[in-house]
């Protein structure tokens, strides 16, 4: 009895600890996005990965491509890191009569969820990552925050554990003019 009391304190403890990535923590007040306006055009960017300590992993190069076609907008996202690993990842949103949005992940095929706070997107989805030294299911959840100059700033937890964010990534695009 005295160890199980022992476990929930220190599950307690942990947990009060980690802060979840949420669109309304980064919000700007009076912004509104939606996925039309900031999946359009081609962005490039420059990112990095850092571990639960914030040391970087690695940096990587990003290519967001987005547009619409059929009342759908499609988004692909390439990345190329240091060491020469490429992945690409497209996604296909569809808004719904309510006003929510659909939201298909065609590499992974499976399921996405789209949710949108004043001036950022979230993007919350599972990928399967044969990663530099394990493979495993990791919940992604990905903020997309358009700023006033034309930026895209994304911010991604990588979620390994039941609650733990172990790494995140972010990646900081510019518009092709």
């Known amino acids: 009895m005295k160890y199980i009391i022992i476990l929930i304190a220190m599950m307690s403890l942990l947990t009060g600890c980690v802060t979840a990535l949420t669109a309304e923590g980064t919000m700007q007040p009076g912004a509104y996005a939606t996925p039309e306006k900031v999946f359009s055009g081609v962005y490039n960017g420059d990112g990095m990965r850092l571990d639960i300590f914030g040391n970087a992993k690695y940096t990587f190069k990003s290519t967001l491509k987005a547009y619409s076609e059929n009342g759908a907008i499609f988004m692909q ?28 992940d ?9 949710t949108r706070a004043g ?30 100059d034309g930026k895209l700033i994304k911010r991604s937890s990588l979620n390994r554990f039941m609650f733990f964010f ?9 518009k092709e003019l």
């Not at 992945?87 to 298909?104: A, I, L, N, W």
């Not at 065609?106 to 789209?114: A, F, P, V």
């Open 106 to 114: 065609i590499n992974n095929i499976g399921s996405c969820s789209l």
């Open 166 to 174: 172990d790494e995140e990534e972010i990646t900081t695009y510019q």
């Open 119 to 148: 001036d950022s997107i979230v993007l919350k989805n599972w990928v399967f990552e044969r990663g530099r030294s394990d493979s495993m299911n990791i919940n992604v959840q990905s903020v997309y925050r358009l700023l006033p």
């Open 77 to 104: 996202e390439t990345t190329v890191d240091d060491a020469g690993a490429q992945t690409t990842t497209t996604y296909r949103f569809m808004q719904k009569t309510d006003g929510s949005y659909s939201c298909v």
